[in-house]
């Protein structure tokens, strides 16, 4: 059998070996090279430094580009007229989208996503009650590793439709506060005072803005003070480290000068008459 022999004929249009030979040959080589230029591609943007996500986005829109060529190309060996094709996909996307809403609005929403960069890889989200680092923005759905560790896969429309908290959108800046309790009778100022500079010995507070203490309030059991002051913070474990190397050592510097923490504590007050009464019941 020769290559230019007719396999088959469709709608006038008739089809030989050597075309249904060529298809598979060209579909599988161009994948391969359209792979490769990827890879090529991807290369030289992270040897610039490119943003991860930029990076995404550039190997998707080339993903999108070449696939196109490459069908159109696959059609026009085949003689297809792209007019039909064009018919025949409008029927089929038609059809499809009744059906699959849900699939091209988490689509869309992805390509804005990628597009508009509210949300990059490498961001550390607040979405609900979970927080995580987002790892890959993908066409359906963007993967996230929260804080202990699991992914979590969040809808692309999800992430347009509500309220999303990104913590290193512009910056890494992130103010938290530490809150101790003293016993009543302690040096006020000398509490403030030490809080503050258990709170500027930590390298990782910024001096701009500066820390600041405030007496908060006369508490039930204790004489209640803040410390709020800034970090630079791209996760949840991050801060609450922070706060804790604090806390270390406004022990150490209360202990060197006999402050004491306060814990709860309450007074009870007896009336001598019901105690006096209390006790003839019990003797007789």
Known sequence: MALDDVIFTLSDQSYTLGQMLLIPTVLIVGYLVIQWLARI??????????????VHLVRRIFYVIALAILAITTLDLLNVPLTAFAFVSGAIAIGVGFGAQNIINNFISGWILMWERPIRIGDYLEVGADKGTVEAINTRSTRIRRTDGVHMLIPNSALLENTVVNWTLIDNLARTIVTVGVAYGSPVKRVAELILQATEELEAVLNDPAPSVVFDDFGDSALVFDVYFWVNATAERNLRVIRSDIRFRIVELFEENDIVIAFPQQDVHLDGNITLLNRQQIDR
């Open 41 to 54: 591609i991807t290369n030289r943007l992270v040897a610039r430094n490119m943003q991860a996500d930029v």
